[in-house]
């Protein structure tokens, strides 16, 4: 099952161990020193056995309210890089938010199992991971 969510928030790519022109080069307008903002749209998938009462795996309720306390909370309307902590050694790249709202939600999502977080930047431009990679 997979429902979908969304947020906006700022963020700037930019790796310290690269120089400030090694960092136009590689994340152009996206290096912006005061960084640019996007409204994310979040789809977060989980799966496991249907409840043999209910037939879902998990109550929709119980899946917003973990997404709402635990993601949206910490990142809607935040600067991803100076607001947070949770990008403070790592680029907020769309590859590296999916991966931070992967470990915000993994093993709290019981009695299913997450399955994957895909993460859309813009309508074009989208990451997902689905944990060990």
């Not at 906006?8 to 161990?17: E, F, G, K, P, Q």
């Not at 907020?92 to 009695?111: D, F, Q, T």
Request: proline share 5%; charged share 25%.
């Amino acid at each position: 099952m997979t429902q979908q969510f969304e947020f906006s928030a700022a963020h700037r790519l930019h790796v310290t161990r690269l120089s400030d022109e090694e960092n136009r080069r590689v994340f152009g307008k996206c290096n912006n020193p005061r960084g640019h903002g996007h409204n994310y749209v979040v789809d977060v998938t989980v799966s496991g056995a249907p409840d043999a009462e209910t037939g879902a795996v998990l109550a929709l309720p119980r899946l917003e309210q973990v997404v709402r306390e635990r993601v949206i909370a910490a990142l809607d309307h935040k600067h991803l890089n100076e607001d947070t902590g949770l990008f403070r050694d790592v680029n907020p790249s769309v590859e590296n938010i999916a991966r931070v709202i992967w470990g915000l939600l993994e093993g709290h999502v019981a009695p299913a199992q997450l399955a994957a977080v895909r993460v859309y930047e813009t309508p074009k431009t989208w990451a997902e991971y689905a944990g060990g990679q």
